[in-house]
């Protein structure tokens, strides 16, 4: 496959011979890894992964994918409001693993660190100096190539670096999977009963598979007992929020109210007074003892 080289790479002097190598958006010329770092990490002109001195472009995402992936991820962050046991990034935060055959610096779409985790992901941090819990791609299929590296390439650097669990979402539905590491350091199919996934790594987050694709919203996901035990504490929550604000919103309403009516009260009283005044004025100066106006 023969694709326009990327501009920015052209810029910094570095050839793909017009081409992407075995039909992956790479450079066909070795890129030193400090040269990534310095260069490529952060570039703000696409984004781009480094394969043991080959640069990777980053494919880009349309609604549908990014739907999917935006409600599971919202439901993975009303777990970990409920439960929180771990830390969630994305925004093209990426991590380095060196492996026994390679090093690789890649940029998950949503990275968890437990923490448990012996490297803790800071407030500032650009970078993760360790290794995700779990690591979740939204999959790349613009070719076959982006597929396989999302469900091939990355799953076997994922598994051999040592992330506990990696879920794959194909909006699709075809290569959809959520792995967990098993004993022998290979990954295996996430336990699943009635089409429900349960990871292991973070205890008692759950979802249905078919709900990425049907994406319930969080009022019917409060009646279904999958998600009742961390989306409808958080429901109540925001909900006695909300009355909370409501109850005083009403208190200041019946203040201002209160107040507007001692207000009025006052003013009829002392309308009231000026009233009498003028009377009893009116009386002396009718009896002679005060002067005329």
């Given at each position: 496959?023969?694709?326009?080289?990327?501009?920015?790479?052209?810029?910094?002097?570095?050839?793909?011979?017009?081409?992407?190598?075995?039909?992956?958006?790479?450079?066909?010329?070795?890129?030193?890894?400090?040269?990534?770092?310095?260069?490529?990490?952060?570039?703000?002109?696409?984004?781009?992964?480094?394969?043991?001195?080959?640069?990777?472009?980053?494919?880009?995402?349309?609604?549908?994918?990014?739907?999917?992936?935006?409600?599971?991820?919202?439901?993975?962050?009303?777990?970990?409001?409920?439960?929180?046991?771990?830390?969630?990034?994305?925004?093209?935060?990426?991590?380095?693993?060196?492996?026994?055959?390679?090093?690789?610096?890649?940029?998950?779409?949503?990275?968890?660190?437990?923490?448990?985790?012996?490297?803790?992901?800071?407030?500032?941090?650009?970078?993760?100096?360790?290794?995700?819990?779990?690591?979740?791609?939204?999959?790349?299929?613009?070719?076959?190539?982006?597929?396989d590296r999302d469900a091939i390439i990355k799953r076997a650097e994922y598994a051999a670096a040592g992330v506990q669990e990696y879920y794959l979402l194909d909006e699709r539905g075809i290569e959809t999977q959520f792995y967990g590491l098993?004993?022998?350091?290979?990954?295996?199919?996430?336990?699943?009963?009635?089409?429900?996934?349960?990871?292991?790594?973070?205890?008692?987050?759950?979802?249905?598979?078919?709900?990425?694709?049907?994406?319930?919203?969080?009022?019917?996901?409060?009646?279904?007992?999958?998600?009742?035990?961390?989306?409808?504490?958080?429901?109540?929550?925001?909900?006695?929020?909300?009355?909370?604000?409501?109850?005083?919103?009403?208190?200041?309403r019946q203040r201002v109210e209160q107040s507007e009516a001692r207000a009025e009260s006052e003013r009829r009283r002392a309308e009231q007074s000026e009233a009498r005044a003028a009377e009893y004025a009116s009386l002396l100066r009718a009896?002679?003892?005060?002067?005329?106006?």
């Amino acid at each position: 496959m023969t694709t326009q080289r990327p501009a920015t790479l052209e810029a910094e002097g570095i050839e793909t011979n017009g081409s992407y190598t075995n039909g992956i958006r790479a450079t066909a010329e070795y890129v030193s890894e400090a040269l990534y770092w310095e260069k490529y990490y952060d570039i703000s002109d696409g984004g781009y992964e480094w394969n043991n001195g080959q640069l990777e472009e980053i494919p880009v995402t349309d609604y549908a994918k990014y739907m999917m992936y935006l409600w599971f991820v919202d439901v993975l962050r009303d777990f970990l409001h409920v439960y929180p046991l771990a830390r969630i990034v994305g925004l093209e935060l990426g991590f380095r693993m060196a492996l026994p055959t390679k090093t690789t610096i890649r940029k998950p779409d949503l990275g968890v660190v437990l923490h448990t985790n012996p490297i803790p992901l800071g407030d500032h941090h650009r970078t993760y100096r360790g290794i995700f819990d779990i690591c979740v791609e939204s999959l790349s299929d613009g070719s076959q190539s982006d597929v396989d590296r999302d469900a091939i390439i990355k799953r076997a650097e994922y598994a051999a670096a040592g992330v506990q669990e990696y879920y794959l979402l194909d909006e699709r539905g075809i290569e959809t999977q959520f792995y967990g590491l098993s004993r022998r350091g290979l990954y295996e199919p996430l336990p699943q009963v009635d089409g429900v996934v349960h990871s292991r790594v973070l205890p008692g987050f759950q979802f249905r598979v078919a709900d990425l694709y049907d994406k319930p919203a969080a009022g019917q996901m409060m009646a279904d007992p999958v998600y009742s035990d961390f989306i409808a504490p958080l429901l109540r929550a925001e909900r006695q929020r909300a009355e909370e604000a409501e109850a005083r919103a009403e208190a200041e309403r019946q203040r201002v109210e209160q107040s507007e009516a001692r207000a009025e009260s006052e003013r009829r009283r002392a309308e009231q007074s000026e009233a009498r005044a003028a009377e009893y004025a009116s009386l002396l100066r009718a009896a002679g003892l005060l002067p005329p106006d």
